[in-house]
């Protein structure tokens, strides 16, 4: 049996390898050993040569992870620098260029700019660059690494572009680019929007970047993505179509290919290529070439195994690509997890339906473990969507390929396709929409979630054992009580404040075991971090595994404070919401409206907020005072947790710290201060800090932002007080109150 599947076994030592060297060093050395006991020299030739190749691989990661990371490193630390490449992507004022070196860039044009840009041209631009950059909060998106591993060089926003060299010769990628251009027309004049958006995605992934930001949130939420850019499954669709034609042309089996390759590199190009489409072409033709072409019947096992390690060795960063890898999975579950599924359906179930409800649960089974770890969410909405909608999509498929061949010759039919298709991708809408809106449709597993998880697989594997039903019970109760005990340490009493880097403005996220809060929400974009919502405070909640917000405080109402109020009450239930008495006129004025659900409370001095381990205090005074600015309408309030207390200042100035000086002084000493106005010289007065006396002083400020924030004077007037701490600098602040007091940033310097 080892011997039968030794190509799979050691493919996946090879993967292993790319993450713990070591740990498949050693489950080699087993095998040689085990080859020797059981008297099988194949498995001891197998095991050294897989070595050399584990060897050889990770020398390659290694050498080739250095030199991309100098690379964009040389780029980031140049003064200005210039890039020149290939043209090899327009879409509006969106430009890819490929550089010689084979790096990607992404370009941003002027809005009304007058170049005239063709593909393949050879073109040098200059401008702000964006270098791809490492995560500065608590669950978000590595951008550097993913950058290492697809060879991007981040993004730039263009200031002067010289085309060098144009272009004039025929070639397959502005071939394919002027077929998916008439293809997305005749779409157009067929569909309205969004929906012939969504057919071009779903055929051939064209025009995703069109999609509006909430409905790519929607199919993300559904778990729909995969269908929306181009996947193996419209591979496989599209090549047993063109099979099914050429069967009935026909053409020997053996003469099949001369017609299946091109066909195949084409649509590849047309695609914009990637891991998933690679991995369907190469298995469809290994699989051909196999059975048609040498008459061999082989395992499908083997043929993902060849699949994967072909893959491995045209570019062993494949392995790090979560497409490559999801990919796989559910190919590998269609295999050999349906059959799996099916045994556990009911028997009364046709064999239809059960069929078609294994299709759908399978793929889910073997892709959430790595989503669950990749993104902290156990993608619930997803099992179901892909149940009710994974056969319409490749029914919309089937008819859009159709329709889009056949409106070349008979119009009016491919018309009629058309408008069947415009059904079903409204159906598809609909339904995404209600999945999303179920409960539990997406639930964040922090790493708690995710131990606890583990601990009751553990049980279940225990009771399935043979082994004596003392000892498994014995068992089980030794790993609750584990779990139990390492909960409580942990949570029980820890209070947990994060400043988040949010660039220029402010969002501080407050974590107990009984009480969730949000202050304040930041920018709505940044051109570092991009969406804030989406690309820091959703990650950040989903990090610490928060589903609801018990309230949202909002210190007052410029942007930088509450720009992301609207798509946060979209995304996430938010109980309340505590304001210094504006909230209405800014909800009015941006045309938001608040969820049923969802209260509102002006408060000021004397009101309190209470939970289990922490007292929220504030003192600002009651909004009957509208000769103050805007800055010092700031709610100003102090959060304790014995024997440590934080005292935030929202963008309070001199005035207001007069104020408070004069009839709160007894209340404002502090441990903690959240610093005014992101440490403008406006606020932040010598004689306030005397009287909080912070040991710990935290300046929420944006990468070099265009207000010097925070002034100079300031930190050398708060140097005197104690540490200072900078997102700009050291990226979020993790501060843990418990019976100690822990301060941590989340970049070391």
Known sequence: MITKNIFPIYLFLLLISCYNTILSIVIIMSLILVSKLIKEPRLTYVSIITTLLIMMINSYLSIETKQRLSTITAYSNAKKPQFTGKLIYTYHNKIIIKTQKGYTLTGYLPKNHSFKLNLDDTVRLTGTYNPPSTPTNPGQYNNLKHAIHHKKLGSIYIKSLKVLKKNTSVSLNKASYHVKKKITKHHQKSLPMPHSSIYSALIFGENYAELNHDLKQLFKKAGLIHAIVVSGSQVSLVLGMCHIVINWLG???YYQLIFLVPISIFFFILTGGGESVLRAIIMAHTLFIIKFGLGYRSSPLHVISFTAFLMIIMDPFVIYKIGAILSFLATFSLVFGTDLVKQQLPKRFSHKLNEFISIGIAPWMFTTPVLIIKFQSLPIGSLVSNIILVQLIEYTVIIGFTGTLLGIVLPPIAHVLHQLAWVYIDLIIHVSTWVTHLPFADIPINQHKLTTGLFLLACFICFKTSLPLKTKLTSCLCLILIGINSYFIRYNNSVIITQLDIGQGDATLIKTNQFTCLIDTGPPYDKRLGSITY??????????????????????????????????????????????????????????????????????????????????????????????????????????????????????????????????????PSTLLKVAHHGSKTSTTHKFLSTVKPIHSIISAGKNNSYNHPHLAVLATLNDYGKIWRTDQTGAIIIHMTKTLTIKSFIKK
């Open 251 to 253: 053409i020997y089996r």
């Open 535 to 668: 690309s820091v405070l959703l990650p950040a909640l989903r990090y610490y595994g928060i589903q609801t917000l018990d309230a949202l405080i909002l210190t007052h109402f410029d942007q930088d404070h509450v720009g992301n109020l609207k798509p946060l009450l979209a995304t996430i239930p938010i109980k309340k919401i505590i304001h210094n008495g504006n909230l209405h006129s800014y909800l009015k004025k941006h045309n938001i409206s608040l969820p049923n659900n969802t209260l509102e409370q002006s408060v000021c001095y004397g009101d309190r907020i209470r939970s289990k381990l922490i007292t929220i205090s504030f003192l600002n005074p009651c909004n009957n005072t509208p000769q103050l600015s805007k800055n010092n309408q700031s709610l100003v309030f102090k959060l304790s947790k014995p024997p440590y207390s934080m005292l935030f200042t929202g963008d309070i100035e001199k005035e207001m710290e007069y104020r408070l000086l004069q009839h709160h002084s007894n209340s404002l």
